[in-house]
Nanobody
Framework: QVQLVESGGGLVQAGGSLRLSCAASGRTFNYAMGWFRQVPGKEREFVAAISLSSWSDGVTYYADSVKGRFTISRDNAKNTVYLQMNTLKPEDTAVYYC????????????????WGRGTQVTVSS
């Protein structure tokens, strides 16, 4: 089993930045990782994913809505994945979930093996 614990959420003004962290524990940290977000009444949506690569910068994928503003990264030594969010907008307000899957394509297609419990991000206008 893998446990994922998110942190770093909070309240920020539009145009500001936040960095989310997701700490993984349990089995070896050899999963592709990603971030999703969800607002009440809507389906959980894909935000970003990073590949399994351990020895070089992981290949990354982003939703069009966050491309150029958000950056996903991972530190395999710390079993942690990050989501740096810049130029935040009110429409980025959501609960953000960390996700682990077999591949980035699986994550992007919502075939997730492990979920965190989520962290709230609120962007005020």
């Amino acid at each position: 089993q893998v446990q994922l614990v998110e942190s770093g959420g909070g309240l920020v003004q539009a145009g500001g930045s936040l960095r989310l962290s997701c700490a993984a524990s349990g089995r070896t940290f050899n999963y592709a990782m990603g971030w999703f977000r969800q607002v009440p009444g809507k389906e959980r949506e894909f935000v970003a994913a990073i590949s399994l690569s351990s020895w070089s910068d992981g290949v990354t994928y982003y939703a069009d809505s966050v491309k150029g503003r958000f950056t996903i990264s991972r530190d395999n030594a710390k079993n942690t994945v990050y989501l740096q969010m810049n130029t935040l907008k009110p429409e980025d307000t959501a609960v953000y979930y960390c996700a682990g899957g077999t591949t980035t394509q699986a994550i992007m297609n919502n075939r997730v093996n492990y979920w965190g419990r989520g962290t709230q991000v609120t962007v005020s206008s």
